[in-house]
Nanobody, 121 residues
Framework: QEQLVESGGGLVQPGGSLRLSCTAS????????TAWFRQAPGKERDRVAC????????YYEEAVKGRFTISRDNAKSTVSLQMSSLQSEDTAVYYC??????????????WGQGTHVTVSS
């Protein structure tokens, strides 16, 4: 069974950092573009960042540029999101998603269960 499992969420103070990880099971994440999305309470799910198969980052949401970094470790079939200078506006459930193909322009077809990130003092 193909699955994505997120980890690394939690409570952090404003200005702090967190590193989220997305690990694939049942398949190799190497061949696919992978993205992080987030959904804040009462808001729609937005794409935060995406990285294609060839390690080239294709997209960052404007609000996180310069603060978040997406990366992948194909040997571990893992995609990570390093988040720094966190703000209360970053509070959300963060989801990892795999694209249908190697590029971020394609639809996302497999989703993790989400991990909560709360930024609060």
């Amino acid at each position: 069974q193909e699955q994505l499992v997120e980890s690394g969420g939690g409570l952090v103070q404003p200005g702090g950092s967190l590193r989220l990880s997305c690990t694939a099971s049942g398949f190799s994440l190497d061949d696919y573009a992978t993205a992080w999305f987030r959904q804040a309470p009462g808001k729609e799910r937005d794409r935060v960042a995406c990285i294609n198969r060839w390690h080239r980052t294709s997209y960052y949401e404007e609000a996180v540029k310069g603060r978040f970094t997406i990366s992948r470790d194909n040997a571990k079939s893992t995609v990570s999101l390093q988040m720094s200078s966190l703000q209360s506006e970053d509070t959300a459930v963060y989801y990892c998603a795999r694209a249908y193909s190697a590029t971020c322009e394609d639809k996302f077809v497999l989703w993790g269960q989400g991990t909560h990130v709360t930024v609060s003092s």
